[in-house]
Structure formats: C-alpha cells, structure tokens
C-alpha cells in the first residue's frame, strides 16, 4: 500500500506547510538528510496550551504529538515532494512542557512515534529522545522536531 492510501485509510490529510514563527525555516536538506525544525502541537489552528501533569494528563498528551506528527508529515512532504522518497524516519526529538513530577513524557511521545510507524511501517522505526521543559513556546504542551533520510 503507498503512503497515501495508508494516510487515506488513516482518514489523514496532510496539512500545507506552516510558515515559520520565528527567525528559522521549515526544514533544511544536506545530503539525503531533511531536518524538519521542531513544529508545536495545535488544536482548532491555535497553539494547544497546557502543562502535562497540571491541567492535562497522559493521554491527550499523546493526542497532542500525534497531532505534531500530521504536521511534521505535510511539511516532510513539501521538503521532499513525495514522501514515498523516505526512505527511514531517522530520529524524533520531543519537548513535553511538564510539572517536575510529571515522568510519561515518553508515552506523549508515542503517540508521533506510533503514528509514523503507521504510515512508514519498518521505514518509520527511529531513534527518539523525549524531554520534560519547563516551557514552550506559545505555551504549547508538546513539540516535536524530525530527522528522515530520502532516496
């Protein structure tokens, strides 16, 4: 099954790539490496606020990075065209705005993790590091930033 069928039968359809907040661009290719800047998590096209441990838990957490992977996805995409050019999502870093007591910021993460193996199967397994900070920006509870080797 191609990518698009499977992001089809995900009921997934890629958003347009977001214009940068900052002084950065979207993504940077060298070599057969695309580093995608880090992309908060939004609900209803505004920054979705919170602090995981303080007003939201575990799971909507996880809502939030997956909603980060869809994102992450469409501007993949317009980096590389076609994201059947992918050939191994490489590594994911996440930022999980947290309480001090709050230590399942790996479980928020998979919720992008599972969602790229979803749609890239073995080509989506990857290297992962997930954190706890004291802040993001906007005041966004998650975000997360891609690393994806193309062919």
């Known amino acids: 099954m191609s990518i698009q069928e499977t992001l089809k039968q995900l009921g997934i359809e890629l958003p347009p790539i977001a ?15 695309v580093f995608l800047s880090g992309h908060i998590a939004k ?33 993949l995409q317009a980096a590389v065209g076609d994201l059947e050019r992918v050939r191994r999502i490489v590594k994911v ?12 910021q790996h479980l928020v993460t998979n919720g992008a993790s599972e969602l790229f193996a979803a749609v890239f199967g073995e080509r989506g397994a990857h290297a992962r590091s997930a ?21």
């Open 19 to 33: 214009v940068p907040a900052a002084a950065y661009v979207p993504f940077v290719q060298t070599g057969n490496l």
């Open 43 to 75: 609900k209803d096209g505004k920054p979705w606020v919170g602090q995981l441990g303080v007003d939201m838990g575990t799971d909507e957490g996880k809502q939030a990075a997956r909603a980060i992977a869809i994102d992450l996805l469409g501007t």
């Open 93 to 104: 870093m996440s930022l999980v705005n947290s309480a001090p007591t709050f230590t399942e």
């Open 131 to 151: 954190f706890g900070v004291a802040q993001i920006p906007m005041g966004a509870c998650v975000e997360i930033e891609l690393i994806a080797e193309v062919g």
